[in-house]
């Protein structure tokens, strides 16, 4: 019986929603900052519970880089947008705990 989709998956999973991947080196952290002459609290930033990190944090959780999930806390998110004017549009978001 095959298993029907909820709408959350229907959105995480459409070629419209852009691609979210954690930065795993420091070194590669380190660089983005020099290159943009910001520090990780000048960055944009995205809740630990945003849906669009749900896949990458699974994935990074299944690899062990992190036993949970508040072990992405302070990463940089780079998101890969596709662009009708050009290939793709990269920006840069720091992970951080909603407030309550």
């Known amino acids: 019986m095959k298993q029907k989709k909820n709408d959350k ?14 930065i795993k080196d420091p070194q590669e952290e380190n660089e983005i900052l020099k290159k943009y002459n910001i520090t990780k ?17 699974e994935l990074l959780i299944k ?6 999930i508040e072990g ?14 050009s290939y793709e ?4 978001r720091v992970i951080v705990h909603r407030s309550k």
């Open 63 to 68: 690899e062990k880089f992190v036993e949970n």
């Open 9 to 22: 998956d229907i959105i995480l999973n459409n070629f419209m929603m852009p691609k979210h991947t954690i």
């Open 89 to 92: 549009h990269i920006f840069y």
């Open 41 to 57: 609290d000048k960055l944009p930033k995205i809740y630990i519970d945003d849906p669009a990190l749900k896949k990458e944090e």
């Open 72 to 85: 992405f806390i302070g990463k940089i998110v780079k998101i890969t947008r596709n662009s009708q004017t």
